[in-house]
């Protein structure tokens, strides 16, 4: 639902010149790069998830250079850890060796950002998204996705079959605390910032059946299952199952609002 004043235009963000006849005509002072093919996706499509999260990226950075746009965000994701990363408290610095071309994209992306800020000065700002849960949008093709679509089916169907296994413990985040700490990290001084890849950022942390349960508290009557040899549990197994996100919570006062109990009880009430 648009506000007065906001304008919504559609382009590819592949298109480098209608992108910029874009960014001339509104001479944006910050921009938000949220386009990219998510993992499971991904995994279908790995040249085109490539071309997306990468080209699309180099062409906002290329182009914020030219026009002299002051600030752009990139979002990046646990998708950069690997099967050697730390699994519990991953920490911000650590091996990263992913093994989706979501990740690969994601952590190439971060390379990219850091140079073209120690490069050219350019004020790029970046987090590591976990799984984000949202009320407002159906999922989107990412692995974390089951901890959105449990919620419709449940109210729906009364039942949710997962892909990931009872114990497949996974970093998320509600919607509301994404945006809130997205909105922070762009509006903190630039002074503060000491991450110029991406910032690990944490929220919760929980199992398929741990959600199952927290569910079952409000819907008594909720039947939760299990399929195995999913290829979505090979991707989620090389992710971290926590996250430390000691540099956000230093740098810029990161502190998550909803935990499992509140969020379960805030999607439920507004699925309604």
């Known amino acids: 639902n648009p506000k007065d004043g906001e304008i919504f235009e559609t382009i590819n963000v ?4 209608a992108l910029k006849a874009l960014l001339e005509k509104y001479k944006p002072t910050q921009v938000y790069l949220l386009a990219a093919m998510l993992s499971a996706t991904g995994e279908q499509y790995p040249m085109k998830a490539w071309d997306l999260n990468m080209n699309g990226l180099l062409n906002v950075l290329d182009l914020a250079l030219e026009l002299g746009i002051k600030k752009i965000f990139w979002p990046s994701s646990i998708a950069v850890f690997g099967p050697h990363s730390p699994k519990k408290d991953t920490p911000q610095y650590c ?7 979501y990740g690969i994209s994601k952590l190439a992306g971060e390379r990219l950002c850091e140079y073209y800020h120690n490069k050219y000065g350019l004020d790029i700002r970046s987090v590591r998204y976990p799984g984000i849960i949202s009320w407002k949008t159906a999922p989107g093709g990412g692995t974390t996705d089951y901890a959105v679509h449990i ?18 413990a996974l970093p998320m985040l509600y919607m509301e605390d994404a945006v809130a700490g997205t909105i922070a990290l762009m509006d903190a001084p630039e002074e503060q910032l ?3 890849s991406s910032y690990n950022l944490g929220g919760l942390s929980f199992t ?11 819907l008594p009557n909720f039947e939760m299952s299990y399929v195995e040899n999913d290829p979505r549990q090979t991707i989620a197994d090389s992710w971290p199952a926590s996250i430390d996100d000691t540099s956000a919570q230093k740098d810029w006062n990161w502190k998550p609002k909803f935990d499992l109990q509140t969020m379960t009880k805030d999607m439920i009430e507004n699925l309604k």
């Open 14 to 17: 592949l298109d480098k010149s």
């Open 95 to 101: 091996v990263m060796d992913p093994n989706s071309i």
């Open 151 to 168: 919620f419709f089916e449940a109210l729906k169907n009364g039942k949710y079959t997962s892909f990931l296994s009872a114990q497949t």
């Open 194 to 196: 000491t991450i110029r």
């Open 208 to 218: 398929p059946a741990e959600i199952a349960e927290e569910i079952k508290k409000i």
